[in-house]
């Protein structure tokens, strides 16, 4: 009632309050109004026209603009699903890394360098070669050609990891170092590396939330809160994934 005599004070002709879902933001008189299930934007009052009538001299209707609706109304659904699918990749990454036991994930990292001609060229060790845990304290690596096997050998003995392959037939056995301090560390730091990637693919997803903001062409208030709750988003997920690898490093270096 109140906002009605606000109305009439004003002199906008014959109008109603509504509360309604949120359905289309229109240009009015060069005035953002709103159907809204909230009363204020942008500290605007929110009416809208009974049915049939008209505004503008001569009755002319006014001039329309469709505009994205609101901040709610973005997909938020699929940028969260995004960074969680990152964050269990990576905790199913670090989680394969144990002290003092034999996992394939350890070999994982290697790239191998391999001469052809005149010319040499890097490949990673997984597209060369499927790797297995032979039991709890041996890797075995089993080239895909076999005449990579020599570069490939070259390669773990050259990884820091402190490897001393050696061949059984067209098998590669990898012995795994026993924990040493040294050891411990390499794990951590193949830990640190898979963060740092889960991190890059988070700030992808919230980079691609933001164009579909900038695409929206919300009102300026509303695109900043749309801002806003995409950078909270990265930022949960990306606290997520410092906790899982100050946790994964605790538990190596113990």
């Given at each position: 009632?109140?906002?009605?005599?606000?109305?009439?004070?004003?002199?906008?002709?014959?109008v109603?309050?509504?509360?309604?879902?949120?359905?289309?933001?229109?240009?009015?008189?060069?005035?953002?109004?709103?159907?809204?299930?909230?009363?204020?934007?942008?500290?605007?009052?929110l009416?809208?026209?009974?049915?049939?009538?008209?505004?503008?001299?001569?009755?002319?209707?006014?001039?329309?603009?469709?505009?994205?609706?609101?901040?709610?109304?973005?997909?938020?659904?699929?940028?969260?699903?995004?960074?969680?699918?990152?964050?269990?990749r990576?905790?199913?990454?670090?989680?394969?890394?144990?002290?003092?036991?034999?996992?394939?994930?350890?070999l994982?990292?290697?790239?191998v360098?391999?001469?052809?001609?005149?010319?040499?060229s890097?490949?990673?060790?997984?597209?060369?070669?499927?790797?297995?845990?032979?039991?709890?304290s041996?890797?075995?690596?089993?080239?895909f050609?076999?005449?990579?096997?020599?570069?490939?050998?070259?390669?773990l003995?050259?990884?820091?990891?402190?490897?001393?392959?050696?061949?059984n037939?067209?098998?590669?056995?990898?012995?795994?170092?026993?924990?040493?301090?040294?050891?411990?560390?390499?794990?951590?730091?193949?830990?640190?590396?898979?963060?740092?990637?889960?991190?890059?693919?988070?700030?992808?997803?919230?980079?691609?939330?933001?164009?579909?903001?900038?695409?929206?062409?919300?009102?300026?208030?509303?695109?900043?809160?749309?801002?806003?709750?995409?950078?909270?988003?990265?930022?949960?997920?990306?606290?997520?994934?410092?906790?899982?690898?100050?946790?994964?490093q605790?538990?190596?270096?113990?």
């Amino acid at each position: 009632e109140m906002l009605c005599r606000l109305a009439s004070r004003f002199r906008v002709p014959r109008v109603q309050v509504t509360r309604v879902p949120v359905t289309q933001t229109v240009v009015l008189r060069n005035q953002y109004w709103c159907r809204s299930s909230t009363l204020v934007l942008n500290g605007d009052l929110l009416l809208t026209r009974k049915k049939g009538d008209k505004g503008g001299k001569g009755g002319k209707s006014a001039p329309v603009e469709d505009r994205a609706e609101d901040v709610e109304d973005l997909d938020w659904a699929t940028a969260e699903d995004r960074m969680k699918e990152i964050i269990q990749r990576f905790t199913n990454e670090i989680a394969t890394l144990r002290v003092g036991r034999a996992d394939p994930s350890l070999l994982e990292p290697i790239s191998v360098s391999m001469k052809s001609g005149n010319k040499r060229s890097i490949a990673s060790l997984t597209s060369l070669a499927q790797i297995h845990t032979k039991d709890g304290s041996t890797l075995s690596v089993s080239p895909f050609d076999p005449n990579t096997t020599k570069d490939i050998v070259q390669a773990l003995r050259d990884s820091n990891l402190e490897l001393n392959p050696t061949l059984n037939g067209p098998i590669i056995l990898v012995p795994v170092p026993s924990p040493t301090k040294e050891f411990k560390e390499k794990l951590v730091g193949i830990a640190t590396k898979h963060a740092e990637e889960a991190r890059v693919a988070v700030r992808a997803a919230r980079q691609k939330q933001m164009t579909q903001i900038k695409s929206a062409k919300l009102p300026k208030d509303e695109d900043k809160r749309a801002q806003d709750k995409a950078q909270q988003l990265h930022d949960k997920y990306i606290q997520n994934i410092d906790k899982a690898l100050k946790d994964k490093q605790q538990q190596l270096r113990k």
